[in-house]
């Protein structure tokens, strides 16, 4: 997991921190959970879509053999893998998600 640079509390972990509100973390910036980006992008693809974000984010060390659906996803990992994917399809779901902050 990558803790954001910002943190200060809950070890980096937005879904269960106290600050975090309505799927924003403490600096109001939306965060994202494996299942639901899975759902979104890969038609529920966990272990899909956990290989292709750990591509991207070697730090994010995602188990790609039995992924986990509340992982959390910090934001610039998925803007990372906006800007790495060059399958049109993919990458308009990816901005379709991005596109709502």
Do not use: W
Request: glycine residues 8%; hydrophobic residues 40%; aromatic residues 6%.
């Amino acid at each position: 997991m990558i803790k954001p640079d910002y943190c200060t509390q809950n070890d980096g972990h937005c879904p269960t921190c106290p600050l975090a509100n309505d799927g924003r973390d403490c600096a109001n910036n939306k965060f994202y959970t494996l299942g639901p980006l899975a759902e979104a992008i890969m038609g529920g693809n966990l272990a899909a879509m956990a290989k292709m974000l750990n591509d991207v984010e070697l730090d994010l060390d995602l188990n790609i053999l039995e992924p986990d659906p509340g992982a959390f996803i910090p934001r610039p990992v998925l803007m990372d893998l906006y800007a790495y994917r060059v399958d049109e399809p993919l990458r308009q779901s990816i901005g379709d998600l991005l596109g709502g902050n």
